[in-house]
């Protein structure tokens, strides 16, 4: 076996579990700034999200455990899980301990989100940025591959993606259409004109005119 065998499995770990979590960044703010369309979307779409999301946690722990197993920078559990610890870029690989602490609050959130709070979940959901911003940086300052254009520029392409569909997403919405109020019916117009006063009625001849008294 090949002594760099883990560190080798760290890296891939490490730019897998970095290119899941991209890519459910993005698929969300796409779910989100309704790239799809305003019609119900379908209930794959959103288990994608979470699919990709899942698949990011599993290979941050391959990415741990194979940097825990290798043998040319002996990370132990406190190098791996407490901030600054390490002594082997510690600035670089704190940014990655704070993102794996940030990532396990949004995926546990997730997966109580039926017991939790809309509130709640949402505050907790909106840190996947702050997951996305410092697995980043981690990435870019720390390890063999932050100078490897191959990586960088991808990178720097998801980036800009990241920000066009946040501004997308927060974009003021136009304002929907109204369907018109009915007209009233107009009323019916009193004809405009002189009064015909009618002609008085004739009495009979011989017809005696009623006095006051009744006789």
Do not use: K
């Given at each position: 076996?090949?002594?760099q065998?883990?560190?080798?499995?760290?890296?891939?770990?490490?730019?897998?579990?970095?290119?899941?979590?991209?890519?459910?960044?993005?698929?969300g703010?796409?779910?989100?700034?309704?790239?799809?369309?305003?019609?119900?979307?379908?209930a794959?779409l959103?288990?994608?999200?979470?699919?990709?999301?899942?698949l990011?946690?599993?290979f941050?722990?391959?990415?741990?455990?194979a940097?825990?197993?290798?043998?040319?920078?002996?990370?132990?559990?406190?190098?791996?899980?407490?901030?600054?610890?390490?002594?082997?870029?510690p600035?670089?690989?704190?940014?990655g301990v704070?993102a794996?602490?940030?990532?396990?609050?949004?995926e546990?959130?997730?997966?109580?989100r039926?017991?939790?709070p809309?509130?709640?979940?949402?505050?907790?959901?909106?840190l996947?940025?702050?997951?996305?911003v410092?697995?980043?940086?981690?990435?870019?300052?720390?390890?063999?591959?932050?100078?490897?254009?191959?990586?960088?520029?991808?990178?720097?392409?998801?980036c800009?993606?990241?920000?066009?569909?946040?501004?997308?997403?927060?974009?003021p919405?136009p304002?929907?259409?109204?369907?018109?109020?009915?007209?009233?019916a107009?009323?019916?117009?009193?004809?405009?004109?002189?009064?015909?006063?009618?002609?008085?009625?004739?009495?009979?001849?011989?017809?005696r005119?009623?006095?006051l008294?009744?006789?």
């Amino acid at each position: 076996m090949s002594a760099q065998l883990w560190w080798d499995v760290a890296r891939a770990g490490g730019l897998l579990s970095w290119a899941l979590l991209a890519a459910s960044v993005l698929w969300g703010l796409a779910l989100s700034s309704r790239i799809f369309g305003r019609r119900p979307r379908p209930a794959w779409l959103l288990d994608v999200h979470r699919y990709l999301g899942g698949l990011a946690v599993i290979f941050v722990g391959v990415h741990v455990v194979a940097i825990m197993l290798d043998t040319y920078v002996s990370f132990g559990p406190a190098q791996a899980f407490l901030p600054f610890a390490s002594t082997w870029h510690p600035v670089a690989v704190a940014w990655g301990v704070v993102a794996l602490y940030l990532l396990l609050a949004v995926e546990l959130t997730s997966l109580a989100r039926r017991h939790l709070p809309l509130r709640i979940w949402r505050r907790f959901h909106y840190l996947s940025f702050g997951v996305f911003v410092f697995s980043t940086v981690h990435l870019l300052t720390a390890g063999t591959d932050r100078t490897n254009p191959v990586v960088v520029l991808p990178v720097i392409a998801v980036c800009g993606a990241v920000l066009v569909l946040t501004a997308l997403r927060n974009a003021p919405q136009p304002p929907q259409p109204t369907a018109p109020r009915a007209a009233p019916a107009p009323r019916a117009r009193r004809p405009v004109g002189p009064t015909v006063t009618p002609p008085p009625r004739r009495r009979a001849p011989g017809a005696r005119t009623p006095s006051l008294t009744g006789r």
